[in-house]
């Protein structure tokens, strides 16, 4: 079991399986499998948020406005950045998004600097139920419990959305499994610390005024025991099923996609509360 800090490219290298896959599976074998063996490129909106990682906390590649590489000059300062900092440690953003970032770096503040514990901190540890070799990497491991006595790992997020919003968006993309995973990660490779566990979510809007807010969950909430923890013992043990009873586990996986039988169209509770109350203005 393991605790450091470490570049995204030897912790994308680990084979374990992390949140982010974990949750491919509860979509579906299928989805699992693609996501393992399909192609991840550029992606504008990943390339902004690894930018925003590294400008907030203070670790990661360089943030970097792109030159005009139609113009020698340009040419020649692209060669000089690649030579001072490292091709891979590089994010190219637009002027306009570099001033963004800054922005955005800027509103937050020294909140994240001024934490005890590290940046970027990659847990690796063997599921006892499983065996399967697992990983996460926390944008912040603390070193010490907050005044409160609860020690909080914690995620930075960005949003399109108002941040205010974020509670929907921890529903729709699984942030509360990712919450319990992390949280199970730091009990298996941290066996000493006794004491009450939490997660907190840092979530900043990528447009003016970039403003954020905090978001905690607790490692006893139901959400976590009731909803996640049992989700994600479900796909490690699915995932573990596979690699123990077929030849070729990812292979195999391609022939369980979705159901192909008609589905229910079920909206949840807050969508329904919210087309009422609009509607009910209308009157």
Not at 49 to 66: C, D, I, N
Not at 211 to 226: A, G, L, N
Request: glycine letters at 6%.
């Amino acid at each position: 079991m393991t605790v450091e800090q470490m570049t995204d490219d030897d912790y994308f290298a680990l084979d374990a399986v992390d949140q982010t896959s974990l949750k491919k599976m509860l979509v579906s074998p299928l989805a699992y499998s693609d996501y393992l063996t399909g192609e991840h490129g550029y992606s504008s909106a990943l390339e902004f948020g690894k930018a925003a990682h590294s400008m907030v906390l203070g670790s990661g590649p360089q943030v970097v406005a792109k030159p005009n590489l139609r113009t020698k000059e340009g040419k020649a300062l692209r060669d000089r950045l690649v030579e001072q900092y490292g091709a891979d440690d590089i994010v190219w953003l637009s002027s306009d998004d570099v001033e963004k970032v800054q922005a955005m770096r800027d509103m937050v503040g020294d909140f994240f600097t001024k934490l005890d514990g590290q940046p970027e901190v990659a847990m690796i540890a063997t599921d006892p139920d499983t065996g399967l070799l697992i990983k996460g990497k926390a944008d912040w491991l603390p070193s010490t419990p907050d005044p409160d006595g609860v020690l909080r790992i914690r995620d930075y997020k960005t949003t399109v959305k108002s941040p205010d919003e974020f509670e929907r968006s921890c529903w729709q993309y699984g942030y509360h499994i990712q919450a319990a995973f992390y949280m199970s990660l730091y009990r298996l490779t941290m066996p000493d610390y006794k004491g009450p566990l939490g997660f907190e979510f840092i979530v900043q809007e990528k447009n003016p005024p970039f403003d954020w807010m905090r978001y905690e969950i607790q490692e006893d909430s139901p959400i976590i025991t009731e909803l996640a923890e049992p989700k994600i013992n479900h796909a490690l043990q699915s995932i573990k099923w596979f690699r123990d009873n077929t030849e070729n586990p990812l292979e195999a996986m391609r022939a369980y996609g979705l159901p192909k039988y008609p589905q229910d169209v079920v909206f949840p509770d807050w969508k329904l509360l919210e087309e009422e109350e609009e509607i009910e203005s209308w009157r």
